[in-house]
Protein backbone atom coordinates (compact mmCIF):
# COMPACT_ATOMS: atom_id res chain seq x y z
CA UNK A 1 0.00 0.00 0.00
CA UNK A 2 1.50 3.24 -1.08
CA UNK A 3 0.52 6.47 0.62
CA UNK A 4 1.31 9.90 -0.23
CA UNK A 5 1.22 12.48 1.65
CA UNK A 6 1.09 15.50 0.00
CA UNK A 7 0.07 19.65 0.63
CA UNK A 8 -4.20 20.21 -0.15
CA UNK A 9 -4.68 21.59 -3.10
CA UNK A 10 -7.44 23.47 -4.19
CA UNK A 11 -8.78 20.56 -6.97
CA UNK A 12 -9.02 17.88 -3.83
CA UNK A 13 -11.15 20.61 -1.68
CA UNK A 14 -14.61 18.87 -2.80
CA UNK A 15 -13.01 15.08 -1.94
CA UNK A 16 -11.75 16.19 1.54
CA UNK A 17 -15.45 17.71 2.00
CA UNK A 18 -16.75 14.25 1.09
CA UNK A 19 -14.05 12.13 3.57
CA UNK A 20 -15.21 14.71 6.43
CA UNK A 21 -18.90 13.54 5.85
CA UNK A 22 -18.14 10.10 5.61
CA UNK A 23 -16.23 10.09 8.63
CA UNK A 24 -18.24 12.17 10.88
CA UNK A 25 -21.55 10.97 9.34
CA UNK A 26 -22.95 14.83 8.95
CA UNK A 27 -23.35 16.97 6.54
CA UNK A 28 -22.89 19.88 8.18
CA UNK A 29 -19.50 19.37 8.94
CA UNK A 30 -18.72 20.49 5.20
CA UNK A 31 -20.29 23.77 5.84
CA UNK A 32 -17.59 24.27 8.88
CA UNK A 33 -15.06 22.82 7.30
CA UNK A 34 -16.09 25.84 4.38
CA UNK A 35 -16.58 28.27 6.85
CA UNK A 36 -12.77 27.67 8.32
CA UNK A 37 -11.27 27.71 5.15
CA UNK A 38 -12.44 31.34 4.66
CA UNK A 39 -11.11 32.14 7.99
CA UNK A 40 -7.84 34.01 8.84
CA UNK A 41 -7.40 31.22 11.20
CA UNK A 42 -7.17 28.69 8.70
CA UNK A 43 -3.03 27.82 7.23
CA UNK A 44 -3.54 26.37 3.43
CA UNK A 45 0.14 25.77 3.86
CA UNK A 46 -0.17 22.97 6.32
CA UNK A 47 -3.02 20.94 5.21
CA UNK A 48 -2.10 18.15 4.42
CA UNK A 49 -3.82 14.84 2.64
CA UNK A 50 -2.50 11.38 2.19
CA UNK A 51 -3.48 9.01 -0.87
CA UNK A 52 -3.45 6.05 -2.30
CA UNK A 53 -3.79 5.31 -6.06
CA UNK A 54 -5.02 9.00 -6.81
CA UNK A 55 -7.92 8.46 -3.45
CA UNK A 56 -7.78 10.62 -1.01
CA UNK A 57 -8.15 8.75 2.54
CA UNK A 58 -6.99 11.08 5.38
CA UNK A 59 -6.62 14.64 6.05
CA UNK A 60 -5.29 17.17 8.80
CA UNK A 61 -6.01 20.52 8.70
CA UNK A 62 -4.23 23.68 11.05
CA UNK A 63 -5.63 27.02 12.87
CA UNK A 64 -3.67 29.95 13.98
CA UNK A 65 -3.88 30.88 17.62
CA UNK A 66 -2.59 33.04 19.86
CA UNK A 67 -1.46 32.45 23.84
CA UNK A 68 -2.06 35.57 25.74
CA UNK A 69 -1.20 37.33 28.81
CA UNK A 70 -1.17 40.80 29.42
CA UNK A 71 0.83 42.41 26.58
CA UNK A 72 3.18 39.07 25.51
CA UNK A 73 1.69 37.11 22.29
CA UNK A 74 2.97 33.84 21.82
CA UNK A 75 1.76 32.44 18.48
CA UNK A 76 0.75 29.12 18.01
CA UNK A 77 -0.97 26.63 15.65
CA UNK A 78 -4.05 24.54 16.42
CA UNK A 79 -5.18 20.96 15.10
CA UNK A 80 -8.86 21.89 13.50
CA UNK A 81 -9.38 18.40 12.42
CA UNK A 82 -8.32 15.44 11.49
CA UNK A 83 -10.08 12.61 9.65
CA UNK A 84 -8.71 8.93 8.04
CA UNK A 85 -11.02 6.89 6.22
CA UNK A 86 -12.48 4.04 8.32
CA UNK A 87 -11.13 1.18 5.82
CA UNK A 88 -7.48 2.83 6.34
CA UNK A 89 -7.76 3.67 10.06
CA UNK A 90 -4.97 2.16 12.33
CA UNK A 91 -2.80 1.44 9.40
CA UNK A 92 -0.27 4.67 10.84
CA UNK A 93 -1.68 7.27 8.19
CA UNK A 94 -2.91 9.20 10.90
CA UNK A 95 1.11 9.63 12.24
CA UNK A 96 2.22 10.04 8.75
CA UNK A 97 -0.02 13.24 8.71
CA UNK A 98 0.65 14.24 11.44
CA UNK A 99 4.79 13.68 11.42
CA UNK A 100 4.20 15.93 8.03
CA UNK A 101 2.64 18.42 9.11
CA UNK A 102 4.87 18.86 11.99
CA UNK A 103 7.77 19.24 10.27
CA UNK A 104 6.52 21.77 7.62
CA UNK A 105 5.26 23.73 10.86
CA UNK A 106 8.86 23.45 12.10
CA UNK A 107 10.18 24.92 8.53
CA UNK A 108 7.70 27.27 8.96
CA UNK A 109 9.00 28.94 11.72
CA UNK A 110 6.36 27.62 14.49
CA UNK A 111 7.31 26.62 17.76
CA UNK A 112 4.23 24.89 19.46
CA UNK A 113 1.14 23.00 18.30
CA UNK A 114 -2.15 22.33 20.63
CA UNK A 115 -4.88 20.29 20.16
CA UNK A 116 -8.50 19.07 21.85
CA UNK A 117 -9.83 15.88 22.20
CA UNK A 118 -8.77 12.50 21.28
CA UNK A 119 -7.11 12.23 24.61
CA UNK A 120 -6.08 8.57 24.03
CA UNK A 121 -4.28 9.07 20.43
CA UNK A 122 -2.62 12.94 20.53
CA UNK A 123 -0.57 12.09 23.98
CA UNK A 124 1.33 9.37 21.67
CA UNK A 125 2.88 11.70 19.46
CA UNK A 126 4.29 13.89 22.97
CA UNK A 127 1.34 16.24 23.70
CA UNK A 128 0.34 16.49 27.56
CA UNK A 129 -2.34 19.22 29.15
CA UNK A 130 -1.73 22.62 28.16
CA UNK A 131 -2.63 22.95 31.89
CA UNK A 132 1.33 21.59 32.33
CA UNK A 133 2.68 24.91 30.58
CA UNK A 134 -0.18 26.75 32.27
CA UNK A 135 -2.09 27.52 28.88
CA UNK A 136 -5.75 28.19 30.03
CA UNK A 137 -8.81 28.05 27.75
CA UNK A 138 -12.76 29.71 27.78
CA UNK A 139 -13.11 26.82 25.90
CA UNK A 140 -15.49 24.13 28.36
CA UNK A 141 -12.34 21.65 27.94
CA UNK A 142 -11.21 19.33 30.92
CA UNK A 143 -7.09 19.53 31.32
CA UNK A 144 -7.37 15.75 29.41
CA UNK A 145 -9.09 17.29 26.34
CA UNK A 146 -7.08 20.54 26.01
CA UNK A 147 -3.46 19.47 24.88
CA UNK A 148 -0.02 21.17 23.74
CA UNK A 149 3.23 19.96 22.70
CA UNK A 150 6.59 22.28 21.76
CA UNK A 151 7.50 21.52 18.48
CA UNK A 152 10.70 23.29 19.58
CA UNK A 153 12.54 22.13 22.99
CA UNK A 154 11.66 25.00 25.31
CA UNK A 155 8.96 26.89 23.37
CA UNK A 156 6.52 26.73 25.91
CA UNK A 157 8.66 27.36 29.01
CA UNK A 158 7.18 30.75 29.50
CA UNK A 159 4.14 30.80 27.14
CA UNK A 160 1.51 30.71 29.94
CA UNK A 161 -1.50 32.41 29.09
CA UNK A 162 -4.93 32.27 27.91
CA UNK A 163 -5.66 30.86 24.38
CA UNK A 164 -7.04 33.31 22.13
CA UNK A 165 -8.37 33.40 18.28
CA UNK A 166 -9.50 29.66 18.33
CA UNK A 167 -13.07 30.54 17.15
CA UNK A 168 -13.33 28.55 14.80
CA UNK A 169 -12.71 25.49 17.40
CA UNK A 170 -15.75 24.93 19.58
CA UNK A 171 -18.02 23.48 16.57
CA UNK A 172 -15.30 21.82 14.61
CA UNK A 173 -14.01 20.36 18.14
CA UNK A 174 -17.60 18.79 18.84
CA UNK A 175 -16.82 16.38 15.95
CA UNK A 176 -13.34 15.61 17.16
CA UNK A 177 -14.24 14.97 21.13
C1 LIG B 1 -8.26 9.47 15.23
C2 LIG B 1 -7.68 9.19 13.83
C3 LIG B 1 -7.40 10.52 13.12
C4 LIG B 1 -6.37 8.40 14.01
O1 LIG B 1 -5.78 8.15 12.75
P1 LIG B 1 -5.30 6.67 12.38
O2 LIG B 1 -4.60 6.73 11.07
O3 LIG B 1 -6.47 5.77 12.49
O4 LIG B 1 -4.30 6.37 13.58
P2 LIG B 1 -2.81 5.76 13.49
O5 LIG B 1 -2.86 4.55 12.61
O6 LIG B 1 -1.85 6.82 13.22
O7 LIG B 1 -2.61 5.32 15.01
C5 LIG B 1 -3.15 4.12 15.40
C6 LIG B 1 -3.10 4.02 16.91
O8 LIG B 1 -3.93 5.02 17.47
C7 LIG B 1 -5.01 4.44 18.17
N1 LIG B 1 -6.21 5.19 17.82
C8 LIG B 1 -6.76 5.37 16.61
N2 LIG B 1 -7.86 6.13 16.72
C9 LIG B 1 -8.00 6.44 18.03
C10 LIG B 1 -8.95 7.18 18.77
N3 LIG B 1 -10.00 7.79 18.20
N4 LIG B 1 -8.75 7.29 20.09
C11 LIG B 1 -7.71 6.69 20.68
N5 LIG B 1 -6.77 5.96 20.05
C12 LIG B 1 -6.93 5.84 18.73
C13 LIG B 1 -5.10 3.01 17.67
O9 LIG B 1 -5.65 2.17 18.65
C14 LIG B 1 -3.65 2.67 17.38
O10 LIG B 1 -3.00 2.35 18.59
P3 LIG B 1 -1.72 1.35 18.63
O11 LIG B 1 -0.67 1.99 17.77
O12 LIG B 1 -1.35 1.35 20.08
O13 LIG B 1 -2.21 0.07 18.08
C15 LIG B 1 -8.65 8.35 12.95
O14 LIG B 1 -8.87 7.11 13.58
C16 LIG B 1 -9.98 9.03 12.66
O15 LIG B 1 -10.11 9.68 11.61
N6 LIG B 1 -10.97 8.88 13.54
C17 LIG B 1 -12.31 9.44 13.33
C18 LIG B 1 -12.31 10.94 13.25
C19 LIG B 1 -11.70 11.58 14.48
O16 LIG B 1 -12.07 11.26 15.59
N7 LIG B 1 -10.79 12.51 14.23
C20 LIG B 1 -10.04 13.18 15.25
C21 LIG B 1 -10.25 14.64 15.11
S1 LIG B 1 -8.92 15.53 15.84
Do not use: C, W
Not at 86 to 105: M, V
Not at 151 to 172: H, I, R, V
Amino acid sequence: MQVQIKREKTKYIEEVNLLFEMVFQQEAISSLIKEFRASNHFIPELSRVARINEQIIGVIMYGKVEIVKGRKNVPSIMIASMAILPAYQNLGIGRELIDNSFQKARSMGYESVLAVGQEEYFPRFGFTPASDFDITTNLDLSDEEFLAMELKSGALDNASGKLKNQEFLPELAMYSL
